[in-house]
């Protein structure tokens, strides 16, 4: 059994900050790509951020230079620092993760969190 447990959503102004954190725990041999997904109101839901666990970064261009994601592989724990936010930020945030639960997997399974609702609004 694998859970994933987000936190740090919430309402915060334009121009303001909010972390997110996601930490999985469980049965886990490894963790591969950690990623950020979101899904704004009334669309589809759509790549963030990902980091690779050796720390290779890749964001969607509208979030560069403002988001920042990272991890912590003692902890498999994944954060995602958002910085001056904008209206068009808001949305449920997803983390997802690839997880191998044993050695002996020769592949990663997918996992997904609940989601936290972040809103940007004054």
């Known amino acids: 059994q694998v859970q994933l447990v987000e936190s740090g959503g919430g309402l915060v102004q334009p121009g303001g900050s909010l972390k997110l954190s996601c930490a999985a725990s469980?049965?886990?041999?490894?963790?591969?790509?950690m990623r950020w997904h979101r899904q704004p109101p009334g669309k589809e839901r759509e790549l963030v951020a990902v980091?690779?666990?050796?720390?290779?970064?890749r964001y969607e261009d509208s979030v560069k230079g403002r988001f920042t994601i990272s991890r912590d592989n003692a902890k498999n724990t994944v954060t995602l620092q958002m910085d001056s936010v904008k209206t068009d930020d808001t949305a449920v945030y997803y983390c997802?993760?690839?997880?191998?639960?044993?050695?002996?997997?020769?592949?990663?399974?997918?996992?997904w969190g609940q989601g936290t609702q972040v809103t940007v609004s004054s």
């Open positions: 469980g049965r886990i041999f490894s963790i591969g790509d």
């Open positions: 980091i690779t666990r050796d720390g290779g970064t």
């Open positions: 997802k993760l690839d997880i191998r639960r044993y050695a002996s997997d020769n592949h990663f399974n997918y996992y």
